[in-house]
Structure formats: C-alpha cells, structure tokens
C-alpha cells in the first residue's frame, strides 16, 4: 500500500508480517496502520506509548478489518483511506493524485 508514503517495514519481507514491540519501536514509524481500535492498545503499551505515531494527531490510523484482511481489489479502498487518514480529503479535482492516490 502506498497512499503516497514509504512502507517502513517493506524490508521485513515477511508474507503476514507480526512485529514483537522492539520491532515495532526499532522502526518507530510516523505513521501506524492497523486495524479498527487497536489504537488505544498499541499506544497504551508500556514502551509503545513511546512511538512518533503514537503522540502525533492521526499518526494511527485504524481502518475496518475489511479493507486490511483483503489482498484484492479492497487494497484500493485501503490505500485512498489512509491517503485521507494521512493528508486530509482531497480539495480540486486532480488533487488526489498529487497526493499519491
């Protein structure tokens, strides 16, 4: 998924990546995808709580289980989700594909 930014955890190279928190924290990514109301437990970890993404407004952005458990044509809808989490609603025409999307 792109939306414009850079996988920070592409070089896992892993099919169903699982990351243990220092894995998680050693990348300490700006932003967090992850599903649907996991953001009140990853950030209230102990260490977690710690990350950028954690302590930056919409730096976890949570989307329906749908969209992220889907390898198909619902990648679509993940990716222009987080576009929107991540820099807002796109405002012209046009503008969405400036973005990344």
């Known amino acids: 998924m792109s939306a414009g930014l850079s996988d920070a955890a592409a070089g ?4 169903w990546p699982e990351y243990t928190a220092e894995e ?3 990348i300490d990514p700006d932003v967090l995808v992850t ?3 996991m953001r ?3 950030c209230g970890q102990a260490g977690l709580d710690r990350l950028r993404a954690c302590g930056a407004a919409g730096g976890v952005v949570e989307l ?3 969209l992220l458990g889907d390898p198909g044509p619902a990648m679509l809808d993940a990716a222009r989700a987080v576009r929107r989490a991540v820099y807002g609603a ?3 025409p046009g503008a969405a594909r400036a973005g990344g999307e």
Do not use: S
């Not at 896992?12 to 099919?15: G, I």
């Open 12 to 15: 896992a190279h892993r099919d």
């Open 24 to 26: 998680v924290l050693a």
């Open 35 to 37: 599903n649907a109301g």
């Open 40 to 42: 009140a437990i990853l």
């Open 64 to 66: 329906d289980d749908a």
């Open 90 to 92: 796109p405002t012209a």
